[in-house]
């Protein structure tokens, strides 16, 4: 007589009657396994199904072996195998009034009850290829920490700054933005060096490519890295900037960039007419394949401070209130939008982010291109110096402010917490 063991939990009444076959069954138990011993059919009895308790309460539950058929025909004769009971409903604490259900039709928590819910009905989602990497470089060999931003550094553009792409490149960050700290000893009023076909953002761009072949380098076009006065532009005696003959020397320096290998340059000059004439300097050099994401609106904010301190490009004098965009306004920000997008911008960008969700909507709703925001310096360093103080969740703000600039509808963010943020979405530990 052969016999086949299968381990089943122990869930079901005595079973009986299946089939015209006999069962043995034992009482349901919460806490013991059991094996069912399937006996050979003999000419003086049929085949019967004997329960044993098993020894063990471990290792994979097996199946009987039972055919289709044979469960359908057990259901259909009463014997239903038992599940888990209803659960019980739970309990209010002491002192909760009783009252009559509000007459609802909608209920909107029903959709947010448990985590897969939620995860399901989520609009916005955040991932590591929505952000791009603002990196500072330098001359130098060594890595100079920002004081103002914690956990930046003005890389050595031989070594720090490789690294520093290289570990972004295993969380899934592939673009990055470079910002240069010049020497004082190169910076002249006209800006000349910004356009050094062998300057340090030319040459830390080939090195990058060359390391990197399919990184998307991001550049920055203004003069005020390489600015003796610090200013965007061009600065007449009057102390007025000078519009024209800044756009001639920024045409020339994403002619550069490009030239070094840049995927995108990024005017963030604010000049009238910028964006026409560098489209039109890209493509008379054989650059038709560049972008350009225009800083569509950038305000004149006070978010900016530490910034300026990594690249030591504060203005000599005055401010740039001239150029730059009012705080209070709104409306122009649509102005900028339609010539920029009339002249030929791939991306349009908002900058500073957070304290401007309503203009990333605003452009978000009345233009079809790519919208980018700039979590800037100081959006950066508070949160960072909260989360010292112990007053926030730095972890938590951090995502929540990334993913606020998402719903407002950004594209992509640029943002100095892009490798923190992305280690958080890939699920490793917080720094």
């Excluded at 300026?308 to 490009?313: P, Y």
């Amino acid at each position: 007589m052969a016999s086949s063991i299968v381990n089943v939990p122990c869930n079901v009444q005595a079973i009986k009657g299946l089939d015209c076959q006999n069962y043995i069954g034992l009482r349901p138990s919460r806490n013991l396994k059991f094996n069912c011993v399937r006996t050979g059919t003999t000419a003086r009895r049929p085949r019967l199904f004997v329960v044993r308790a098993s020894e063990k309460n471990d290792g994979p539950v097996k199946k009987m072996g039972l055919s289709d058929e044979e469960c359908e025909a057990a259901v259909v004769a009463g014997n239903v195998p038992k599940a888990p009971p209803v659960p019980r409903k739970p309990a209010a604490p002491v002192g909760t009034p009783v009252v009559p259900s509000l007459p609802l039709n909608r209920r909107p928590r029903r959709n947010r009850k448990s985590p897969v819910l939620r995860a399901a009905f989520q609009e916005t989602q955040l991932s590591p290829a929505n952000f791009v990497y603002p990196l500072f470089i330098h001359e130098g060999e060594e890595d100079t920490p920002i004081g103002a931003m914690p956990g930046c550094y003005r890389l050595g553009w031989r070594h720090g700054l490789v690294e520093e792409v290289g570990k972004a490149r295993d969380v899934g960050v592939n673009s990055v933005v470079l910002f240069p700290k010049v020497p004082d000893a190169l910076k002249s009023s006209a800006g000349d060096e910004a356009y050094n076909d062998n300057g340090l953002v030319p040459r830390a761009i080939r090195l990058l490519k060359d390391k990197y072949p399919d990184l998307v380098i991001y550049t920055d076009v203004a003069l005020d890295p390489y600015s003796s006065d610090g200013h965007d532009g061009i600065v007449r005696e009057d102390g007025v900037i000078m519009n024209d003959e800044t756009v001639h020397q920024l045409c020339k320096q994403a002619v550069s960039q490009a030239r070094a290998g840049a995927d995108v340059v990024s005017p963030s000059d604010m000049m009238d007419g910028r964006i026409g004439a560098i489209r039109e300097a890209l493509d008379a050099e054989g650059f038709q394949h560049v972008s350009i994401m225009s800083y569509t609106a950038k305000y004149a904010s006070s978010f900016y401070g530490p910034f300026r301190e990594a690249l030591d490009s504060n203005p000599r004098f005055g401010d740039k209130k001239t150029y730059q965009m009012n705080p209070a306004n709104y409306r122009e920000a649509l102005v900028e939008t339609h010539e920029d997008e009339s002249e030929g911008a791939d991306i349009l960008l908002v900058k500073p982010g957070l304290p401007y969700l309503d203009i990333i909507r605003l452009l978000r709703d009345n233009s079809s291109l790519p919208i980018a925001a700039y979590q800037v310096s100081g959006e950066y360093s508070m949160i960072k110096a909260g989360g010292v103080l112990k007053m926030i969740d730095e972890e938590k703000v951090m995502m929540e402010s990334l993913m606020c600039l998402r719903r407002a509808g950004a594209d992509i963010i640029l943002t100095y917490f892009a490798l923190q943020a992305a280690k958080c979405l890939c699920g490793e530990k917080r720094i």
